[in-house]
């Protein structure tokens, strides 16, 4: 069975602070991804990555950033923290095989910013 | 604008009877469409996928059905059980892009 671990369930954070959400895949899968979920919008694509050390844009990447050093752990940073990024964090892993594979997401990090 | 809606934010079903979830898209290079299950506070589950050289897929309980024409993607849920009661995402794809997700339907089964 595929295993995404994020490193927190619920994490609580002060406005300006440098947060780091971690994530890890036992699955050797190539492709890892981070999301948020807000109430009405859905999952929403921050980053993503195809191989270590790559990293593509995904549609809301403002006040974000993430590293993937090693191809098992994908990372997600908020620079300076803001209010307004407060939500569920989730991340996701898939293989690179032919035609679309599902993506195998972990349990989420509930993130809020006071 | 949005590439894949769920147009129905909510749905309540009873126990028994069948649940239907519908999601539109709007690009016709989609070539692969899935559903995910969501309970609160966990990750979205992979639920059931189909192609786009088919128009249905079944696996027990759970139907896909595809409309390429009518860019229209179904879930039927028969018969619906109270632990049905989840948010349900589509999610199309197209080669190694990222999944674009709907924004979800939330499904109450009432027992």
């Known amino acids: 069975d595929v295993k995404v671990t994020q490193s927190s369930r619920y994490l609580v954070k002060r406005t300006g602070e440098k947060v780091f959400l971690e994530c890890v895949q036992d699955?050797?899968?190539?492709?890892m991804f981070w999301y948020r979920q807000d109430p009405g919008l859905g999952l929403r694509l921050i980053y993503f990555?195809?191989?270590?050390?790559?990293?593509e844009k995904g549609d809301i990447p403002e006040g974000y950033s993430v590293s993937r050093e090693k191809k098992e752990r994908f990372s997600l940073i908020l620079e300076s923290a803001s209010t307004n990024q407060t939500s569920m964090y989730l991340c996701a892993s898939s293989p690179t095989d032919r035609g679309v594979q599902p993506q195998h997401f972990g349990d989420g990090t509930r993130l809020s910013i006071l | 604008d949005q590439q894949v809606k769920q147009n129905s934010p909510s749905l309540s079903v009873q126990e028994g009877r069948i649940s239907i979830l519908n999601c539109d898209y709007t690009n016709s290079m989609f070539d692969y469409f899935l559903w995910y299950k969501k309970y609160p506070a966990e990750g979205p589950t992979f639920l059931i996928s189909i192609s786009s050289i088919k128009d249905k897929n079944e696996d027990g309980r759970f139907t896909v059905f595809l409309n390429k024409s009518a860019k229209h993607l179904s879930l039927h849920i028969v018969p619906s059980q109270p632990g049905d009661s989840a948010v349900y995402f589509c999610a199309l794809g197209t080669g190694n892009t990222p999944l674009v997700f709907g924004k979800g339907t939330r499904l109450s089964v009432i027992a």
């Open positions: 699955m050797d899968h190539e492709n």
């Open positions: 990555s195809y191989d270590v050390k790559m990293k």
